[in-house]
């Protein structure tokens, strides 16, 4: 399923508790651990709870090229830097949201299951 902030703008809005990223209209909320892959360094990972860095806020700014999530709920984002953001589901948490306050909502559910919600236009 493809996720409606392609051409937006990541930046990082806070990480305390959790991980919030805004992308345009739309915040994207974290909870579970994330995976930062780099197209020339290692791989970057966030625990819930621990502050971001600047090496991982800087990882995580950039124009969003795709953002989609797997048949078992793992979300995948493409920046134009090369940077790929990976959150796998988690067997009991939620592990990440999608939002946009009032019109849209997608929630991923323990063990990977997704909640959509849409209002209509």
Same mark, same amino acid.
């Given at each position: 399923m493809d996720l409606p902030i392609a051409g937006a703008h990541l930046t990082v809005l806070r990480s305390d508790p959790i991980l919030v990223l805004g992308a345009g209209e739309y915040e994207l909320h974290v909870e579970g651990e994330l995976a930062v892959h780099s197209p020339t360094g290692? +791989?970057?990972h966030r625990i819930?709870?621990?502050?971001?860095?600047?090496?991982? +806020?800087?990882?995580l700014t950039g124009e969003v090229v795709s953002a989609a999530v797997a048949a078992g709920g793992a979300l995948g984002i493409l920046l134009e830097s090369g940077h790929r953001l990976a959150v796998e589901p988690d067997p009991y948490f939620e592990a990440w949201n999608l939002t946009a306050p009032g019109r849209y909502l997608v929630v991923c559910m323990p063990r990977g299951e997704l909640a959509i919600w849409s209002a209509e236009e």
């Amino acid at each position: 399923m493809d996720l409606p902030i392609a051409g937006a703008h990541l930046t990082v809005l806070r990480s305390d508790p959790i991980l919030v990223l805004g992308a345009g209209e739309y915040e994207l909320h974290v909870e579970g651990e994330l995976a930062v892959h780099s197209p020339t360094g290692p +791989t970057l990972h966030r625990i819930p709870g621990e502050p971001h860095t600047d090496e991982l +806020t800087a990882a995580l700014t950039g124009e969003v090229v795709s953002a989609a999530v797997a048949a078992g709920g793992a979300l995948g984002i493409l920046l134009e830097s090369g940077h790929r953001l990976a959150v796998e589901p988690d067997p009991y948490f939620e592990a990440w949201n999608l939002t946009a306050p009032g019109r849209y909502l997608v929630v991923c559910m323990p063990r990977g299951e997704l909640a959509i919600w849409s209002a209509e236009e």
